[in-house]
């Protein structure tokens, strides 16, 4: 399994391009599923685990790997599925997800796909299986879903939406936003819940969009009705970098290069980490980058660009 992730440099290519990679996989079944290899660190053979008092019921049991200690995570289980048995037989995905590293067991591990995020849908509504999924796509005639990890994690452990006393004015963000909104633009339900608790803590009037074509076809809409941009109706945009249809980096490009919207102030907030992210930001033209998820550091950004308007 060495060797199935590309170089960090040869990824990069794919920023502003609207593309992605997956990493194919799967658990109790022929069902495959997906995750975006800026997420993945490693992929190995699952080494012996050691089961831990009151662990989560998720948790099948802590690795040490390369000098760490990883909590591995029976993806089958936490999706709602049966658990993972054949432990010797199946791997761990390492991945880095909000500040975090965590390991996913899985029964095996296919390959790398190269896929443009406009053949990535939303799931469709009405189905009780999209409640772990962020996106569906069709890969050799099959469906692959792509499982909404941030869910599974915040079930794990519950992040803290509370923005600490004295980390922003309440009095002078909602002066510089005046009557305008923020925008959200984000796939998963539990990212935009984190965003929204976060920032409406602090007085902040919030819309959010699914993905990064609804945030511009909204932008789009509301910019008929500015006289000259987009900033009169809306503070500043706050967008994770994967969504179906549009992914962040496009959508930032998209909005920087028309007129009506390029003044719009744009923080892109990610799971995504890595020392390419800043040169990602960059490229794109957005104006900030932060790790999800902190809502102090969400918060004092948001004031910031505020008031550099």
Not at 101 to 112: C, N, P, Y
Not at 267 to 291: C, Q, R, W
Request: net charge negative; proline share 4%; glycine share 8%.
């Amino acid at each position: 399994m060495a060797g199935i992730l590309d170089s960090v440099n040869q990824r990069t290519q794919l920023v502003g391009q609207n593309r992605l990679e997956l990493l194919l996989f799967k658990l109790n079944g022929r069902q495959r599923y997906g995750i975006n290899v800026f997420k993945v660190r490693e992929v190995l053979q699952c080494p012996p685990l050691t089961a831990m008092p009151r662990l989560n019921q998720y948790v099948k049991g802590i690795a040490h790997i390369r000098g760490q200690t990883i909590s591995v995570i029976d993806m089958g289980l936490a999706t709602g599925g049966r658990p993972i048995k054949k432990v010797d037989d199946c791997f761990i995905i390492i991945t880095e997800y909000n500040r975090t590293i965590q390991g996913f067991l899985v029964d095996s591990v296919e390959r790398i796909v190269n896929l443009n995020w406009e053949s990535v849908m939303p799931p469709p509504s009405g189905s009780g299986r999209t409640n772990y999924l962020t996106a569906v796509t069709e890969i050799d005639n099959e469906l692959v879903e792509i499982l909404d990890v941030e869910k599974i994690l915040e079930e794990i452990a519950p992040s803290n939406t509370r923005v600490s006393e004295g980390v922003v004015s309440d009095q002078e963000i909602i002066k510089d936003l005046g009557d305008r909104i923020i925008l959200i633009a984000d796939d998963s339900s539990v990212a935009r819940n984190q965003v929204k608790r976060a920032l409406e803590g602090v007085g902040v009037p919030i819309v959010a969009k699914k993905n990064g074509k609804e945030a511009l076809d909204y932008l789009i809409e509301l910019s008929e009705q500015c006289e000259h941009s987009i900033t009169e109706k809306i503070g500043l945009m706050v967008s994770d970098v994967e969504m179906p249809e549009m992914d962040g980096y496009t959508l930032t490009a998209e909005v920087k290069s028309r007129p009506k919207l390029a003044g719009l102030h744009v923080i892109l907030h990610t799971s995504l980490s890595g020392v390419f992210n800043h040169a990602m930001v960059e490229k794109v033209g957005a104006d900030d980058f932060i790790a999800k998820f902190n809502p102090d550091e969400l918060a004092g950004a948001v004031q910031k660009w505020l008031h550099k308007d």
